[in-house]
């Protein structure tokens, strides 16, 4: 008898904890959409040496995982004046603040303010500073700019979520801004190491979207097979 409870509270913790990653780790990849066609765009090297190409499909795919996000956000019911009568709509209760690393994470912040067209934005510089006879690097900021956080709901934008390193640092910074209601991390890429290091380092009302997660990190921090340098590829080698 208490083998069988044993099982059941297992079973139960493992389902609870599979449920409770899928609301907090978004995949959209995963279903057939036109989200995949951008990203094999994205992907495909032989496409890479037509930059505003590029830059378009992070864009377009900006805006796909703006929708899918905004279905988790507040709403409120406001009356809407039509030339012909009224209509009680669902509008955002609040806009959020959209955050992005420079400069790779451009492309997919137009994408997204596509949508949330009325929110404030906060730019952060992060960039990989090699250390010295190392085959190694450390993040370090330079610049951060942005609005007010308290209260609001913070996305911070960025294509690639490698290690993790970098999301956790930008977040870091941005919270002399204020504390956030929730916080959202985008990218278009991802790896369960990166993901896992962050929801480590933040707090746990955090949610991810994600295009697609990939396997693999080499020893030098690059997502496998992911697409290449964002930063490069949108907007020249630095």
Same mark, same amino acid.
């Given at each position: 008898?208490?083998?069988?409870?044993?099982?059941?509270?297992?079973?139960?913790?493992?389902?609870?904890?599979?449920?409770?990653?899928?609301?907090?780790?978004?995949?959209?990849?995963?279903?057939?959409?036109?989200?995949?066609?951008?990203?094999?765009? %994205?992907?495909?090297?032989?496409?890479?040496?037509?930059?505003?190409?590029?830059?378009?499909?992070?864009?377009?795919?900006?805006?796909?995982?703006?929708?899918?996000?905004?279905?988790?956000?507040?709403?409120?019911?406001?009356?809407?004046?039509?030339?012909?009568?009224?209509?009680?709509? #669902?509008?955002?209760?609040?806009?959020?603040?959209?955050?992005?690393?420079? #400069?790779?994470?451009?492309?997919?912040?137009?994408?997204?303010?596509?949508?949330?067209?009325?929110?404030?934005?906060?730019?952060?510089?992060?960039?990989?500073?090699?250390?010295?006879?190392?085959?190694?690097?450390?993040?370090?900021?330079?610049?951060?700019?942005?609005?007010?956080?308290?209260?609001?709901?913070?996305?911070?934008?960025?294509?690639?979520?490698?290690?993790?390193?970098?999301?956790?640092?930008?977040?870091?910074?941005?919270?002399?801004?204020?504390?956030?209601?929730?916080?959202?991390?985008? %990218?278009?890429?991802?790896?369960?190491?990166?993901?896992?290091?962050?929801?480590?380092?933040?707090?746990?009302?955090?949610?991810?979207?994600?295009?697609?997660?990939?396997?693999?990190?080499?020893?030098?921090?690059?997502?496998?097979?992911?697409?290449?340098?964002?930063?490069?590829?949108?907007?020249?080698?630095?």
């Amino acid at each position: 008898m208490a083998m069988h409870q044993a099982e059941f509270w297992i079973t139960w913790w493992l389902g609870s904890t599979l449920n409770f990653l899928q609301k907090m780790i978004h995949e959209i990849g995963k279903d057939n959409s036109i989200f995949n066609q951008f990203l094999a765009e %994205a992907r495909n090297e032989e496409l890479h040496m037509d930059s505003a190409r590029f830059r378009n499909n992070i864009e377009r795919m900006g805006e796909i995982l703006a929708y899918e996000l905004s279905k988790e956000l507040d709403y409120t019911t406001e009356e809407i004046i039509t030339p012909l009568g009224s209509s009680d709509m #669902r509008v955002l209760k609040s806009q959020p603040v959209l955050a992005t690393i420079l #400069r790779a994470g451009l492309p997919l912040h137009q994408g997204m303010l596509n949508y949330f067209n009325k929110a404030e934005s906060a730019f952060i510089s992060a960039y990989r500073k090699p250390l010295k006879n190392q085959d190694k690097f450390e993040v370090e900021i330079e610049y951060l700019s942005a609005p007010e956080l308290d209260d609001k709901e913070l996305i911070i934008a960025d294509p690639m979520l490698a290690t993790g390193t970098s999301m956790a640092l930008v977040h870091k910074a941005l919270m002399a801004k204020g504390k956030p209601n929730h916080n959202h991390i985008v %990218a278009v890429l991802a790896t369960k190491e990166g993901i896992n290091y962050v929801r480590k380092n933040l707090p746990k009302n955090t949610t991810f979207w994600i295009g697609a997660i990939d396997d693999e990190l080499t020893a030098q921090s690059y997502i496998v097979p992911g697409l290449g340098d964002a930063g490069d590829i949108s907007f020249g080698k630095k």
